[in-house]
């Protein structure tokens, strides 16, 4: 795996820096058009922020988990939408990794490719001559709108009639149906829409099993357990959205005071005490995810019990994470009072974001019982964690 230099990624945080009056410019159009602007999703593709997966090989970043993790939040704590559009399509660079490589250069030399995936569903893929024709309807296809390829995830049989694993199955856009699904309140920007394919040829090149895919490189991303690696591109996000509203609290703290109140938000003791709470949840959220994906990453090397186990903790600091993130969005905004019910109010934007970002499977509270089961001496319960 490439070294991660500090300068490399100061180049992409300040990409993101950058973005924000762009992206103000842009973000009354978030909500009416139900997602991005081309000329925001152009200036994030053009900043390389959907490529920070991929390999070295292809030209790619090859960031670490830790370094993804730090430009996911940026982006996030600039916009809620942004940042899970980031996160996905950056995550789904890492596919470099996984396909042939005269696949994944075909992909990739695009150098606005975004590929939209979905494991929310499962499609029948039948095996024919060269690979399978696929027939499936996908939810959840963030970046739908705006994806050069996407990822569904299909069911298959082997020769005797046995369930075989599933695969991931990748399809040219001119293959696919975009359903206008998405009317959300929050996360509205993503465009995360049903996608669809029906009876389409898929290659055998273009395809790979979802769970147990042989890497074609070294480096540590590819190699993690494919679940583990899906909740870690979302998983940033609502702690990023956490850290936005804190920035816009401060800044809302200094200026304004509760009706019938002369002091300053920021004067007044209870408010100092509630921030300060604040940044402790979001500071011990993050260090818990950052500690579990270290953990992951030296346990993939290992297997066996050790890796059941830092796999079930990486799924609970991930839905940790997202339980901290709601508290402080919801903390803040109650110390803000009815201005955050205003659209006006920036902090009103985050409120409605982290409540959706929070929903995604990889956060489910349903992690904490796998962990339990696993730290009670059980079995997970699950083999999808």
Same mark, same amino acid.
């Given at each position: 795996?490439?070294?991660?230099?500090?300068?490399?990624?100061?180049?992409?945080?300040?990409?993101?820096?950058?973005?924000?009056?762009?992206?103000?410019?842009?973000?009354?159009?978030?909500?009416?058009?139900?997602?991005?602007?081309?000329?925001?999703?152009?200036?994030?593709?053009?900043?390389?922020?959907?490529?920070? /997966?991929?390999?070295?090989?292809?030209?790619?970043?090859?960031?670490?988990?830790?370094?993804?993790?730090?430009?996911?939040?940026?982006? #996030?704590?600039?916009?809620?939408?942004?940042? /899970?559009?980031?996160?996905?399509?950056?995550?789904?660079?890492?596919?470099?990794?996984?396909?042939?490589?005269?696949?994944?250069?075909?992909?990739?030399?695009?150098?606005?490719?975004?590929?939209?995936?979905?494991?929310?569903?499962?499609?029948?893929?039948?095996?024919?001559?060269?690979?399978?024709?696929?027939?499936?309807?996908?939810?959840?296809?963030?970046?739908?709108?705006?994806?050069?390829?996407?990822?569904?995830?299909?069911?298959?049989?082997?020769?005797?009639?046995?369930?075989?694993?599933?695969?991931?199955?990748?399809?040219?856009?001119?293959?696919?149906?975009?359903?206008?699904? /998405?009317?959300?309140?929050?996360?509205?920007?993503?465009? #995360?829409?049903?996608?669809?394919?029906?009876?389409?040829?898929?290659?055998?090149?273009?395809?790979?099993?979802?769970?147990?895919?042989?890497?074609?490189?070294?480096?540590?991303?590819?190699?993690?357990?494919?679940?583990?690696?899906?909740? /870690?591109?979302?998983?940033?996000?609502?702690?990023?959205?956490?850290?936005?509203?804190?920035?816009?609290?401060?800044?809302?703290?200094?200026?304004?005071?509760?009706?019938?109140?002369?002091?300053?938000?920021?004067?007044?003791?209870?408010?100092?005490?509630?921030?300060?709470?604040?940044?402790?949840?979001?500071?011990?959220?993050?260090?818990?995810?950052?500690?579990?994906?270290?953990?992951?990453?030296?346990?993939?090397?290992?297997?066996?019990?050790?890796?059941?186990?830092?796999?079930?903790?990486?799924?609970?600091?991930?839905?940790?994470?997202?339980?901290?993130?709601?508290?402080?969005?919801?903390?803040?905004?109650?110390?803000?009072?009815?201005?955050?019910?205003?659209?006006?109010?920036?902090?009103?934007?985050?409120?409605?974001?982290?409540?959706?970002?929070?929903?995604?499977?990889?956060?489910?509270?349903?992690?904490?019982?796998?962990?339990?089961?696993?730290?009670?001496?059980?079995?997970?319960?699950?083999?999808?964690?």
């Amino acid at each position: 795996m490439l070294a991660n230099s500090p300068g490399r990624i100061a180049n992409y945080l300040d990409a993101v820096a950058r973005l924000t009056p762009l992206i103000a410019e842009h973000r009354a159009a978030f909500d009416n058009e139900r997602r991005l602007p081309d000329a925001v999703f152009n200036a994030l593709a053009d900043a390389g922020l959907f490529r920070l /997966w991929l390999p070295g090989a292809l030209g790619g970043p090859e960031l670490s988990p830790d370094d993804f993790m730090s430009v996911v939040e940026a982006a #996030s704590a600039l916009d809620g939408s942004v940042g /899970w559009l980031v996160g996905n399509g950056a995550g789904m660079s890492r596919v470099g990794g996984y396909l042939p490589m005269p696949v994944a250069r075909e992909i990739f030399s695009d150098p606005r490719a975004f590929v939209t995936s979905a494991t929310g569903a499962v499609g029948m893929a039948q095996k024919v001559e060269g690979g399978y024709r696929v027939t499936g309807r996908w939810p959840f296809g963030s970046g739908a709108h705006h994806a050069s390829h996407f990822m569904g995830l299909a069911a298959t049989k082997e020769a005797s009639g046995k369930d075989a694993p599933p695969l991931c199955c990748y399809f040219e856009r001119r293959d696919v149906i975009v359903h206008d699904t /998405w009317r959300t309140s929050g996360l509205r920007a993503t465009g #995360s829409c049903d996608f669809e394919v029906r009876d389409r040829f898929v290659p055998e090149q273009r395809t790979h099993v979802f769970v147990g895919a042989c890497p074609t490189q070294n480096g540590i991303v590819y190699r993690l357990p494919a679940v583990s690696v899906f909740a /870690w591109t979302v998983s940033a996000v609502p702690l990023g959205i956490a850290r936005g509203a804190m920035d816009a609290f401060v800044e809302l703290a200094s200026r304004k005071a509760r009706q019938g109140i002369s002091t300053l938000l920021r004067d007044r003791e209870i408010v100092q005490s509630n921030y300060g709470r604040a940044d402790a949840l979001h500071r011990a959220a993050r260090a818990f995810l950052i500690e579990a994906m270290t953990e992951l990453m030296t346990a993939t090397a290992e297997q066996g019990p050790r890796l059941v186990n830092a796999r079930a903790v990486f799924r609970t600091a991930c839905t940790h994470a997202a339980d901290s993130a709601v508290r402080i969005v919801d903390m803040l905004a109650a110390e803000a009072g009815a201005a955050v019910i205003f659209e006006a109010s920036p902090i009103e934007r985050y409120v409605r974001d982290v409540q959706a970002a929070v929903k995604h499977i990889a956060m489910s509270p349903n992690n904490y019982v796998v962990s339990g089961r696993v730290g009670l001496g059980l079995d997970p319960g699950t083999s999808r964690f």
